[in-house]
């Protein structure tokens, strides 16, 4: 199978270090770094999850001329991932700097800038000549301004009669009308639909924002309590898998890659959602931006 990646990219890298004291200038832990390293994050993430199950996968993006990007070509690269990729002066490519003592996250720093153009609108073409060749197309909204386009690449992608599925992000959903499958978080649907009640009041909201949007199915990932799919005919609910929560970076693109590569294969979203979930299951037990390979999945 072949899946299209296309959104916003990013490097994710991690300082180690040992914390023994704290500052004498301000009442933070000192952490001497021991080691560094650098990992394929955002959408980037997504696309090495998929090709870590076994599919295909080219990602569509556009990347800075800095030092990060170059960074994120070697990593994409050397794991076998095809790219389609447009580098921007004006853009800096987005990085995660994550600062670690004793294993766990002391500090996150961004660095990135807001684009003042749309970026991903002149690969439209090369966007519309990659879809012959892939199953499945996977966006992924990062909300950096990579796809103020993706009203027109879904309607592309549906016209070809492909399936397309977005991970979310933001207050305007209506940007993802006509996608086969969405994947909001609870925090992510909150924000679009309100606060819900019960049960019933969720399904409520979710099926008026399925038909509202004119999505086929809402794919609920809700941590703790598993996941949920919304689809016309049906509600089914798959409970969480986790035997031990280490880490969450990343686990939402592990469950839409995982979702992808299955709905690509041909098994129905219900079934997908099930390999899905026991996806993310295994991922929020690695450390940090994580992957799930096909044998870990079988396993």
Avoid: C
Wanted: proline share 4%; glycine share 8%; net charge negative.
């Amino acid at each position: 199978m072949r899946v299209l990646v296309v959104g916003d990219v990013m490097l994710d890298r991690y300082w180690h270090g040992a914390v023994e004291r704290i500052s004498p200038e301000a009442p933070v832990p000192v952490v001497r770094v021991e080691r560094e390293e650098e990992r394929l994050g955002g959408a980037a993430n997504v696309a090495l999850g998929v090709k870590m199950l076994g599919a295909r996968t080219t990602l569509l993006t556009v990347v800075g001329r800095d030092q990060p990007a170059v960074k994120l070509r070697e990593l994409l690269h050397a794991q076998g991932v095809e790219t389609v990729l447009r580098d921007d002066p004006k853009l800096q490519t987005i990085v995660k700097l994550r600062v670690i003592g004793r294993a766990q996250q002391l500090l996150r720093i961004d660095f990135e800038n807001e684009p003042d153009h749309e970026l991903l609108g002149e690969m439209t073409d090369a966007f519309e000549q990659q879809l012959a060749d892939h199953d499945l197309v996977l966006f992924s909204d990062y909300g950096k301004g990579g796809l103020a386009h993706i009203p027109q690449m879904i309607a592309l992608a549906r016209a070809a009669g492909k399936p397309v599925l977005v991970d979310p992000k933001g207050s305007d959903f209506q940007r993802y009308a006509g996608a086969t499958v969405i994947t909001p978080n609870r925090a992510e649907l909150a924000l679009v639909s309100g606060q819900w009640r019960s049960e019933a009041d969720l399904k409520a909201k979710v099926d008026a924002l399925r038909e509202a949007i004119g999505v086929e199915a809402v794919l609920l990932t809700r941590s703790e309590e598993g996941m949920t799919l919304f689809a016309a005919d049906e509600v089914s609910h798959e409970p969480a898998q986790a035997r031990e929560v280490f880490d969450v970076t990343g686990a939402g693109d592990t469950v839409i890659a995982t979702l992808a590569v299955m709905m690509a294969a041909g098994l129905s979203m219900d079934q997908a959602m099930r390999w899905a979930n026991r996806a993310g299951g295994i991922v929020v037990g690695k450390f940090g931006t994580a992957t799930v390979s096909y044998a870990e999945l079988q396993a």
